[in-house]
């Protein structure tokens, strides 16, 4: 039988092209399509970067007008740069809440799974 896969890596931070015209900053939400990671260093326009993408992350920009519980599936809004519980036009996170968050918190504890 051929070969039909060759291990990598662990798969906690993977590589990511950074193909904007802008710097990716270490911490900042990375968006990957159908879910999130962070940029674990800078990465410069057209140079790969490593992105974590499990973990648990603490302080991420979260919406004021809601209360997140633990266990919950949250979105991430790239147009406003935050995390909300709509789910219409926002990008899964690809895990879900680990801390609750007030109604007026401005930042949430997630868990990221991968």
Do not use: H
Not at 21 to 43: E, H, W
Not at 92 to 112: E, H, N, Q, R, V
């Amino acid at each position: 039988m051929a070969r039909q896969g060759v291990y990598q890596q662990t798969g906690d931070i993977i590589d990511f092209l950074n193909n904007t015209n802008d710097i990716v900053t270490a911490g900042q939400v990375v968006s990957l399509t159908t879910r999130i990671g962070f940029a674990v260093a800078d990465i410069a326009p057209g140079d790969v970067g490593g992105v974590a993408v499990t973990g648990v992350f603490t302080d991420v920009p979260a919406e004021t007008t809601a209360a997140f519980s633990v266990g919950e599936s949250l979105f991430w809004n790239v147009a406003g740069n935050k995390l909300t519980k709509t789910s219409t036009d926002n990008t899964p996170i690809g895990g879900w809440c680990a801390m609750d968050k007030a109604k007026t918190g401005s930042g949430a504890t997630i868990k990221l799974i991968g």
